[in-house]
Nanobody, 116 residues
Framework: VQLQASGGGLVQPGGSLGLSCLAS????????MGWYRQAPGKQREFVAA???????NYADSVKGRFTISRDNAKNTVYLQMNNLKPEDTAVYYCNLFPSRTAVRNWGQGTQVTVSS
């Protein structure tokens, strides 16, 4: 199983970034997928999820600012992040949802830094 997150970077507060995660080695089409993040010194936390049927769910801290989507033909899940805040700074990962079903190999993740 491989989960390759990409698209992170440095952005100013109020800016936007789009993340992608290519999944291989799983039955992507029938899998519920999630984005998670881990800030320095903190535990990994849930950000957003999308079911195989396209139903979405968000953490309260990102609701209204982030949008999760998926392309089953490309085995890819996306996270569009708007109106970014410094507290969104973290390494972002994708994996199965819920986290108790996550595969062991979380991959490298992608760093998002929100700073002026």
């Amino acid at each position: 199983v491989q989960l390759q997150a990409s698209g992170g970077g440095l952005v100013q507060p109020g800016g936007s970034l789009g993340l992608s995660c290519l999944a291989s080695g799983i039955m992507f089409r029938i899998s519920d997928m999630g984005w998670y993040r881990q800030a320095p010194g903190k535990q990994r936390e849930f950000v957003a999820a999308i079911t195989s049927g396209g139903i979405t769910n968000y953490a309260d801290s990102v609701k209204g600012r982030f949008t999760i989507s998926r392309d089953n033909a490309k085995n890819t899940v996306y996270l569009q992040m708007n109106n970014l805040k410094p507290e969104d700074t973290a390494v972002y990962y994708c994996n199965l949802f819920p986290s108790r079903t996550a595969v062991r190999n979380w991959g490298q993740g992608t760093q998002v830094t929100v700073s002026s």
